[in-house]
């Protein structure tokens, strides 16, 4: 068997995009939430507790203000919340290396076809990753009024601004289970 260098994109069927697609839409969410909502305020404020004093003690404090708040709003203080954003960023990672893996192709044959194992696992993929953004999403709903946690509805709000993700039923990549696309995907390929 030869191995190629080609990538994958190109095979994927139109569900497997939009795993994709829902995949990016939340890391792109999350990645925004983080820096601009959590870091970019942050740091504004320590510069501002920084600039205003000359007290050592006050600076020290405002430090430590700073770091406790961006361990809150990043929620790694917040077990359920921090595993499940884990749990979603290790399947993202799952994804991009199934599909980017070298294409093998054997001799004298152009078939780039996904195989059966890894439409398994692409399969696996989505169904995980749809659990965990709706375990995500009644995790963040359920908080969302209670003043005690504004970041999470910070970042619900990141979310779910135009609410699909509420039409969705909190669940994102959940259409790469069906098994008349799998089927299709295969027969073309």
Known sequence: MQ???TKRPALLTAASWQLHNHM?????NLQYYLMVD???????QLLDKVQSTKDFEAIRLAHDTFLMNIQAHSFLLLKPVSHCI???LNLCQTFCTLICSPVVIPPC???TALSQREMDQLKNISRSFSR???VLFKILSGVRS???SPHLAQFLMRMDYNKYFTAAGGQLGSTFIDNKVLQG???TG
């Open 185 to 187: 995907q295969q027969k």
């Open 86 to 88: 884990r749990e979603l």
């Open 3 to 5: 191995r190629k260098n």
């Open 24 to 28: 990016t839409f939340l890391v792109n």
């Open 146 to 148: 209670h003043q005690s």
């Open 109 to 111: 044959k152009e078939t």
């Open 132 to 134: 965990q953004t709706a």
């Open 38 to 44: 959590v870091l970019e305020s942050q740091f504004s």
